[in-house]
């Protein structure tokens, strides 16, 4: 806190010493014109922490039949039914080496396993408008896990698998009531670790804190079923090591829920995870003015903040993940959620939750519905995928503190960067007309970051061709990113930039920049 509040001040300095550039630039830009900006990067410590696989992606229950304001979009993603032997879907997860993929969603609370001793038929799920959530229970057979199993492991995936919660509850006036039956769960556990499958966390129920989605559970319930996972866990795994991760409730973030719950789970939990949809229902039609709207875009820094505030009160070393979030509820807008619009408010999310000490984020979907990172029928990447890809790649553990000084149309990140030296920045242009020209000022560089013997700084410009935001086509640098026939992901390449010049932002335009002559004490 003492580095933060000092680093305020210097921030606060910084800005009455440039003031009068960048008012003369904001006054002097006209449309298309070029506005001047300066991002002050504090180097002395870093402000949070992200796993090295903060990137994460969900796969889904839904079958074909889900349908949203009576448009149909999952297809074939279901884990059910989805085709595990696709070139690109293996490329596409290995591109990661290794992406995180939670197993979860609506109809999680609502699956049977087909393990040998459930006495209960495993069928598929099946559309009924009287059930909740419009279908009745669905079951996993053990064979579908033995192929999705040996998909993940061939990827290179760490598979987080979400288990039903509701199992052995009643549902009493909107609440589920009584102890979890872990039998069927336990029994899944036990064959998943019989057959030396390899799963990196545990996760129980979806959706079902707080208000709940349909049901609710307490939190002093809820924490007495994470604690009896927990003890399934260290029975089951006796003597492996490491032990996947007891993650809990997988649900939207509602505070007194949230403390409560944290409190009574004791050391249950190792991680908390929300859900994001905070653009709402996915058939607005002014969901593009919110996403490049920067107020609407800062609102959800107060669920960050808040959640950080709790966890850090808290005598319990749990960390945070997102869940799931797909901006867009109820499978999200075709060409809005699934086109290169969608990477400001995806990117956006990735920076400011890392910046709370978010330490994973799950994108949903990996595939399905309409904000799948991957097309549902041609499995082809869309431009999520690229800027998640270039996400992990780029942006390192630690997390720095920035300001810009300048047009509140840019929003910008800044990470130690990844397996290399230096520093990452992220930069978003969110204006449709105005190039920005952004200078770079290092707090605490242990070397300076201008000179003719330097190396080039790196720069990916990600853009849409004619700026069409709902192109489902991404640009790098200037060229379109396309799979091979093999069905590999192109390789992603930077332009390499003089280190002495700004860093040119074109209007809706994404820019990584990746400064590798400086040493900031926060990355040593």
């Known amino acids: 806190m003492g580095c933060q509040i000092r680093l ?60 949203d304001y009576g448009k149909c979009s999952w297809g074939h993603a279901s884990l059910l039914n989805l085709d595990l032997n696709n070139k690109i879907l293996l490329n596409a997860v290995k591109a990661f080496s290794s992406l995180k993929i939670r197993i979860g969603g609506t109809l999680q609370d609502k699956v049977i396993y087909g393990t040998e001793d459930n006495r209960e038929p495993c069928t598929p799920f099946v559309l009924n408008a009287n059930e909740m959530f419009g279908f009745t229970r669905g079951c ?90 927990r003890n399934i866990v260290q029975n089951e795994y006796r003597g492996i090591e490491p032990k996947p991760l007891v993650i809990a409730p997988g649900g939207f973030f509602d505070a007194d829920w949230f403390k409560e719950f944290i409190s009574k789970s004791g050391k249950s939990a190792d991680v908390v995870t929300h859900h994001i949809y905070n653009l709402g229902p996915g058939v607005d039609d002014h969901l593009i003015e919110s996403i490049l709207n920067p107020s609407h875009l800062d609102g959800e820094a107060d669920t960050f903040r808040s959640l950080k505030g709790i966890l850090q009160n808290s005598t319990n070393k749990v960390k945070s993940w997102v869940g799931e979030a797909g901006g867009a509820y109820n499978s999200g807008h075709h060409l809005v959620s699934d086109a290169f619009v969608f990477s400001f408010w995806y990117l956006d999310q990735l920076g400011m939750s890392a910046v709370y000490d978010t330490r994973t ?60 030296k230096g520093v990452t920045i992220l ?28 190396p080039a700084r790196r720069e990916y410009h990600l853009t849409a061709p004619e700026r069409n935001l709902h192109s489902q086509i991404m640009l790098l640098n200037g060229k379109i990113l396309r799979v091979n026939s093999a069905g590999e992901i192109p390789p992603l390449e930077p332009i390499y930039v003089d280190s002495t010049k700004p860093i040119t932002v074109g209007p809706l335009s994404i820019v990584f920049a990746h400064i590798p002559n400086v040493i900031l004490a926060a990355c040593s």
């Open 361 to 420: 984020y799950c994108r949903q979907s990996l595939i399905g519905g309409n904000y799948g990172l991957l097309n549902t029928s041609t499995f082809m990447p869309n431009p999520d995928y690229y800027s998640a890809l270039l996400w992990h790649r780029l942006m390192g553990r630690r997390v720095l503190l920035t300001t810009f000084y300048g047009t509140k149309k840019i929003r910008t990140y800044a990470h130690c960067a990844k397996e290399s």
């Open 140 to 229: 996993l057979p053990m064979n579908r896990w033995d192929e999705l199993n040996r998909f993940f492991q061939k990827a290179g995936a760490k598979v987080i698998f979400g288990l039903n919660e509701l199992a052995g509850k009643s549902i009493k006036s909107g609440f589920a009531v009584g102890p979890w039956n872990y039998t069927n769960a336990e029994s899944l556990i036990r064959y998943t670790v019989r057959k030396k499958y390899h799963i990196h966390g545990w996760e129980l129920g979806n959706e079902l804190c707080g208000h709940g989605i349909g049901v609710s559970v307490a939190a002093d319930q809820y924490a007495s079923d994470v604690a009896a996972l």
């Open 8 to 67: 305020l001040g210097l921030c606060l300095w910084m800005y009455l010493a440039s003031l009068s550039l960048i008012s003369v630039g904001a006054m002097c830009a006209r449309v298309g014109e070029v506005e001047k900006g300066i991002i002050l990067v504090h180097g002395k410590c870093a402000i949070g922490s992200i796993d090295d696989d903060f990137v994460c992606a969900t796969l889904d229950w839904w079958p074909p039949q889900k349908c």
């Open 427 to 454: 930069v978003l242009n969110l204006d449709n007309s105005t190039t920005v020209e952004v200078n770079v000022d290092l707090k605490f560089n242990k070397l300076p970051h201008s000179g003719v013997h330097e």
